[in-house]
Each structure stands twice: as C-alpha cells, then as structure tokens.
C-alpha cells in the first residue's frame, strides 16, 4: 500500500531563510506525489505535483521539489522563506493508475520568524 | 465556478444524533472521497467512491454512511454522532485521468457534545 512519511511535524524558519520539508514516500509501483499548503481555517490547496515528466517540479509562491527514486524522497523546498508561507504543508500520494484515492502525510507545520 | 462545496461550516451535534454533511462539486469529477483532520493525524481517508453507484470504505469508515446516487453529490451521514468523531472534515474530487489532483472543500467543523 502506498503511504508518505513527513519527517518533522514543525519547522520554524527565519524570513528569508531556506524553506525544507521532508517528505519520504512508501509504494510498490511508481507513485503519482503531491505537495499541499493549508492555511488557517482553509482548505488544501495544490502546491505541486509529480508527473513522471520532470524530477524537478516547481509550483506556486516559488516552491519546488525533487523526486529521488533512490532515496524514495519528494522534500519540498524555498529558497527564502515569507511571512506569508506560515501554513501547515501535506504530502500525498497516489497509485500509479490514479485509481485510488491520495493518502496523506501527517503534516508540516512552518513556522516563520521575523 | 464554485468547485467543491460543503455544507455547513460549522456543526454543533449532541452525542447519539445522527446528520448529514453536504458536498457537491460541479466539475463533473468521477472520485469524490471524505477525510476527516485531526491535529496531528494528517487527513484520514473515511470513504470514497470512484463514480455514482460505487463506493468503498478508506481507512476510518466505522461510524459513517455515504451514497453516491449522483456524479456531483456525495454526502457523508454520521448514524450516532459520538465525541471521538469531533473533527474537521473535508470533501475532495478528482478526474479519473491519470495523475490529477484532488480539490477540497472548505470543510465543514463539528463539535459533539
């Protein structure tokens, strides 16, 4: 079955500072990945995702990922973090197929520090 | 263009009532699915269903009913409310093609008592 692990539940960055967010996926077939953003008393909102085409996938509010067969890794990252990316991040996973729901990672929690 | 749309936002249940939380989406989307978001727990999966007629149960069903008469509606019962299904839900859906995402409402909160 396929599942992601989220290493850190909160992350506190200064302004400014790089943005990581761990994200390790677990799956016997090739995954489809997803990285969200939900801000307070929101909705999840897509960030980016993983198509197969590229490994290195950008997305909205400069944000990007790599995808890392060896490592089974997707981590999200920025190089300068603002104010306003104070959100709690999700990552999830697919079957490749797409048949099946997405199932979610714990969560990130980013904080940042002025 | 209203996406997915719950119904209602907020929910105060006394324990042993049951009710229904609404969702609807208009983009003719083919997998609906219900996750219930618990602080520290991430979204679990509680129930989807792959097209009107069919669902399945995910990871944390016991407790919850659905239907899928319609392609745009999918709503979520709860039977006997209890304080453990204190939660914020959401309603997500997504096309049967290939590797797309999936577009949540702005979930519904409920409170039992």
């Known amino acids: 079955a396929q599942s992601v692990t989220q290493l850190g539940s909160h992350v506190s960055v200064s302004e400014g500072a790089l943005v990581l967010l761990r994200c390790n996926y677990s799956s016997s077939v090739p995954p489809y990945l997803f990285w969200y953003v939900q801000y307070p008393n929101q909705g999840l909102q897509l960030l980016l995702k993983y198509t197969s085409a590229a490994t290195l996938v950008k997305g909205i509010n400069g944000f990007e990922a790599e995808f890392k067969k060896s490592e089974t890794s997707f981590h999200l990252t920025k190089p300068s973090a603002h104010m306003s990316d104070a959100a709690e991040y999700f990552c999830a996973v697919t079957r490749s197929g797409g048949n099946t729901p997405l199932v979610f990672g714990k969560g990130t929690r980013l904080s940042v520090i002025a | ?113």
Not at chain 2, 3 to 27: E, H, I, N, R, W
Not at chain 2, 35 to 45: A, F, H, K, V
Not at chain 2, 47 to 54: C, E, K, L, Q
Not at chain 2, 55 to 63: A, F, I, S
Request: hydrophobic share 35%; charged share 15%; aromatic share 10%.
């Open chain 2, 1 to 113: 263009n209203a996406g997915v749309t719950q119904t209602p936002k907020f929910q105060v249940l006394k324990t042993g009532q049951s009710m229904t939380l609404q969702c609807a989406q208009d983009m003719n989307h083919e997998y609906m699915s219900w996750y219930r978001q618990d602080p520290g727990m991430g979204l679990r999966l509680i129930h989807y269903s792959v097209g009107a007629g069919i669902t399945d149960q995910g990871e944390v069903p016991n407790g919850y009913n659905v239907s899928r008469s319609t392609t745009e509606d999918f709503p979520l019962r709860l039977l006997s409310a209890a304080p453990s299904q204190t939660s914020v839900y959401f309603c997500a859906s997504r096309t049967a093609t290939l590797n797309t995402e999936a577009f949540f409402g702005q979930g519904t909160r409920l409170t039992v008592v």
